[in-house]
């Protein structure tokens, strides 16, 4: 899954923590951390759109809330001791897979 792949690349690049922070301060850096979650919040947008169905609005809106709620689960990485890191990823996981669950389930309430 995508969450995993982020999750390994924070935990195998050097300097990865401080990336992300400088991303957060620095206009420069925040306009390609805003590109690299809108490629990827576009990739989830399409998978749901040709599985639920969806309208192509709520597909974007969806995809990028489900992108910057993983990333943000990613962010306690650096900050928790490496023998919880598998579970963190997978309460990343868990949360978006949540998120996304009413898409593929009865819509009516969306």
């Keep these: 899954m995508a969450i995993d792949i982020g999750a390994e690349r924070r935990k195998t ?54 992108i910057e709620v993983a990333r943000a689960g990613l962010d306690f990485l650096p900050y928790e001791k490496p023998a919880d890191y598998a579970a963190w990823v997978d309460e990343a996981k868990a949360v978006v897979c949540n998120y996304l669950a009413p898409y593929f389930e009865d819509r009516a309430g969306l």
């Design 13 to 66: 690049t050097t300097g990865a923590v401080a990336m992300r922070t400088a991303s957060k301060v620095c206009p420069e850096l925040q306009l390609l951390d805003r590109a690299g979650s809108i490629e990827a919040s576009a990739l989830v947008a399409d998978m749901l759109i040709a599985r639920t169905g969806v309208d192509a609005v709520t597909a974007a809106r969806a995809g990028r809330m489900a």
